[in-house]
């Protein structure tokens, strides 16, 4: 069976320091990965998706980043964050090749300070 | 712009009775829905999906209806339970393009 990790489940950071959230898929092959944002009382704002290795695609300018170093690794990182950046994030995974039911990790807290 | 709008921020049902959580898209491009279930502090839960080719999907105490000419989508609870009180996010896609557009998501509480 599939599995989704993501860490570290919350943090606590300053505002103007640099980020790195990881996510990885057990028990599947190149899957189709997503980055996700919810802010407060807000619905989920799509933030990244790639669909191989070194294939990013941004929906939202801002000054986060991805990357796909591996098949089933995606990262999230920011080099100074902000204030608004707080939210719960959220790593995704579906099958590659076409329209499937998406599958999400337990998500990360983050506090910017 | 919206794409996917859920109107109702928040349904309060009695247990056993039928919860109803609606969803409405603008993007006649989009061919494939979902709905998903969240728990404070928890990703998503997939619950039930349905592809444009059908106006109707059901799984066990879940159904979804769609209606593609209102552009409107349905989820349908029966019977509510309160387990099944938490916040309920409709989504769609459209075909080639990899991305999922979700709705601001609904908050149902089911009384016993």
């Known amino acids: 069976s599939q599995t989704i990790h993501q860490w570290p489940a919350t943090l606590v950071q300053p505002v103007g320091s640099p980020l790195s959230l990881e996510c990885t898929v057990e028990g599947t092959s190149n899957p189709n990965l997503y980055w996700y944002r919810q802010a407060a009382g807000r619905g989920l704002q799509l933030l990244f998706y790639?669909?191989?290795?070194?294939?990013i695609s941004s929906e939202v300018p801002q000054n986060l980043s991805a990357s796909r170093p591996q098949d089933r690794q995606f990262i999230l990182s920011s080099k100074k964050l902000l204030l608004s950046d707080s939210g719960f994030y959220l790593c995704?995974?579906?099958?590659?090749?076409?329209?499937?039911?998406?599958?999400f990790g337990p998500g990360t807290r983050l506090t910017v300070l | 712009d919206q794409q996917v709008k859920q109107n109702s921020p928040s349904l309060s049902v009695q247990e056993g009775r039928i919860s109803i959580l609606n969803c409405d898209y603008t993007?006649?491009?989009?061919?494939?829905f979902l709905w998903y279930k969240k728990y404070p502090a928890e990703g998503p839960t997939f619950l039930i999906s349905i592809s444009s080719i059908k106006d109707k999907n059901e799984d066990g105490r879940f159904t979804v209806f769609l209606n593609k000419s209102a552009k409107h989508l349905s989820l349908h609870i029966v019977p509510s339970q309160p387990g099944d009180s938490a916040v309920y996010f409709c989504a769609a896609s459209a075909s080639g393009t990899y991305k999922y557009i979700f709705g601001t998501g609904t908050r149902l509480k089911v009384l016993a």
């Open positions: 790639s669909v191989g290795i070194g294939q």
């Open positions: 993007n006649s491009m989009f061919d494939y």
């Open positions: 995704a995974w579906s099958r590659g090749g076409g329209l499937l039911e998406q599958f």
